[in-house]
């Protein structure tokens, strides 16, 4: 998988420069046929029988929640590259970091201050005033959408309720349709008709898998729906913009990770840029990586710098030692400095905003971090 591909070229890149505290390191990868059950089943073979010394965390919410409270109660660190379901993260762990930047509950702040840093400059004008907002019915996108309409979440097995206040209520963009689909599902034609008939200005798109985005980016083509603005959860991988070609042009998507964004991280001690992952990824894959690939990549310099910087793997040290993480001496990864609050989600992250133009993945907003940045493609052109 791209997510194997992600650990293992930074696994051969440490033992490249000698391993970690003198060993070479061995990466053990098992497909959990993103099954609950058998992601617990894994984990706990990993600590009891593999005798692993530190675990590098599965994708999506609904597997990492039953797989981190394994690793708790083992009193092994936990690092997430993809579990953002607000749930995972209000439970009190104190074995678990997000090498995301945000929990999904909180991921519509960044689409929402991009609407408003352009809406400010001319390119958007008139000002969005109507949204669409259709999603998966899925533990990430649900979380997705209660944090861009407001509400309440429920974390199980305790009585903690977290309120959520939404983030489209200030901005007076109102929500004229919203719609749950089941997943798995095929009826595309019947929802791009709904939102359609809905005549928003934007639609938002919480989806769990490119798949998804790819079949309702089609579906919208087909009956003639172009919105001004397209946000989506997923589409930033190069499948997207290759399986539906014009179709992507103009869609915006929130990103982990992006090319341009030149960040400086460290890997066997010395500085490891994003370039010299793009560049190295390249030749010895045969192909660019995209962020499925980063994310890991960025995770296992984390997890590295935790057992460097306790000199041992006593994972219990490593989790205090990544929780005593501040500004002036963060963890540096090639998706940039990461220091966690007591719950283990990144402090002062905002997702980094892309957009396909013309079949290239440009990255539109936070302006100002990076040199690179080009103005948002507004409204969407036309199919």
């Known amino acids: 998988s791209k997510h194997g591909d992600g650990y293992q070229f930074c696994v051969d890149e440490i033992n490249a420069r000698g391993g970690i505290l003198g060993r070479p ?28 010394d530190a675990l590098l965390g599965t994708f999506s919410s609904l597997l990492t929640f039953p797989a981190s409270t394994v690793a708790n109660q083992a009193d092994m660190m936990y690092p997430i590259p993809s579990g953002a379901a607000l749930r995972i993260w209000e439970r009190g762990f104190d074995n678990i970091f997000y090498f995301q930047q945000n929990a999904a509950e909180l991921i519509g702040f960044s689409p929402v201050s991009m609407i408003e840093y352009y809406t400010g400059t001319g390119v958007i004008d008139p000002p969005i005033s109507t949204v669409a907002i259709v999603h998966a019915d899925d533990f990430f996108a649900n ?11 429920a974390i199980p097995d305790s009585d903690v309720v977290v309120a959520v206040d939404g983030y489209l209520e200030p901005t007076g963009i109102e929500v004229v349709y919203q719609e749950q689909w089941p997943v798995p599902f095929t009826d595309w034609l019947t929802l791009a008709n709904s939102v359609k008939n809905s005549g ?3 639609v938002a798109v919480a989806v769990t898998s490119p798949d998804e985005a ?21 589409g930033a991988q190069s499948e997207f913009q290759e399986t539906l070609g014009d179709v992507a042009n103009g869609a915006t998507i929130h990103s ?50 935790a057992i460097l910087g306790v000199g041992s793997t006593d994972n219990v040290a490593m989790s205090e030692w990544m929780h005593a993480r501040t500004p002036d001496d963060p963890v ?52």
Request: glycine content about 10%; some cysteine.
């Open 25 to 52: 390191v061995e990466l053990l990868v098992e497909d959990n046929r993103s099954d609950p059950e058998v992601t617990v089943s894994q984990v706990e073979r990993q600590i009891e029988v593999e005798g692993a």
């Open 143 to 153: 979380a997705i959408v209660t944090g861009l309409v407001g509400g309440e979440v």
């Open 200 to 202: 928003a200005d934007m």
């Open 214 to 234: 790819i079949s309702l980016m089609n579906a919208f083509a087909t009956v003639q729906y172009n919105p001004k603005l397209v946000w989506l959860s997923q």
């Open 256 to 305: 982990a990770w992006h090319p341009l964004a030149d960040w400086e991280g460290v890997l066997g001690g010395e500085v490891y840029t994003n370039t010299d992952f793009i560049e190295g990824f390249t030749e010895a894959f045969g192909r660019a990586p995209d962020e499925d690939e980063a994310i890991p990549f960025s995770l296992c310099q984390g997890v590295e710098q």
């Open 332 to 383: 540096k990864t090639i998706l940039g400095n990461w220091v966690w609050d007591e719950r283990g989600l990144p402090i002062d992250r905002s997702m980094i905003m892309v957009q396909w133009q013309d079949g290239e993945l440009k990255f539109v907003y936070p302006v100002g971090e990076f040199p690179g940045t080009v103005d948002l493609v507004y409204p969407k052109p036309e199919f």
